[in-house]
């Protein structure tokens, strides 16, 4: 698969960005209309791919953050792209989240967008991991918090929030050991390489 993306459910995509090779993308965005994705949303900052998407006929989102250490992503931006992706599904379509690398913000997306449709927290970060095993999810906490806020807001009753929390990190403590978070940088490291234009 040329596309940079990896399936979690029949109808949610995580991923990375369209190559900077004009050829490949052009393969990568045929190919991602041949998958049936309707629906494309961009948690990038650093750059906007409205007018590739438009020409795919494809509904594009770009609710960009940034990546930097020690940034928390904000509320807004994972209900954003909760309403977008539940908007996609209603209609039939399919939904790819996505970032630069498809390590941190895209899978974090996606892991918000289980979490609205009834996954547990564990559950949810399980199978973006199972699903793209180079995740990282670096914001599960942040789209937690989020999905709680919007629960609190319709009136529901969250699971106590602070013991999901706690749980959710225990178990991320527990499934990326020391040498799981060195192989997650060594792709990272390999990856900012190859946009630096030196070989892996």
Not at 9 to 31: F, W
Not at 50 to 71: F, M, N, P, R
Request: proline fraction near 4%.
């Amino acid at each position: 698969m040329r596309a940079n993306l990896n399936w979690v459910t029949n109808d949610l995509a995580v991923g990375g960005d369209l190559d900077g090779n004009d050829s490949v993308m052009v393969a990568q965005v045929l190919e991602i209309i041949d998958l049936g994705i309707t629906h494309v949303v961009d948690l990038r900052i650093e750059d906007d791919d409205t007018q590739i998407w438009e020409a795919a006929q494809i509904s594009y989102l770009s609710v960009g953050t940034t990546d930097a250490a020690g940034h928390v992503v904000a509320p807004e931006v994972f209900d954003k792209g909760v309403r977008f992706a539940r908007l996609a599904v209603r209609n039939g379509g399919k939904v790819l989240a996505h970032c630069h690398m498809g390590i941190n913000r895209g899978p974090s997306m996606g892991f918000a967008i289980l979490l609205d449709r009834g996954h547990s927290p564990i559950e949810a970060f399980d199978m973006i991991r199972a699903a793209r095993p180079q995740a990282f999810i670096a914001y599960a906490q942040d789209a937690l918090a989020a999905h709680v806020a919007r629960q609190l807001r319709k009136g529901g009753r969250p699971a106590d929030p602070r013991r999901q929390a706690r749980a959710l990190q225990k178990h991320i403590d527990e499934v990326l050991t020391p040498s799981t978070v060195g192989r997650i940088r060594h792709v990272m490291r390999q990856n900012h390489r190859r946009d630096l234009g030196f070989s892996a």
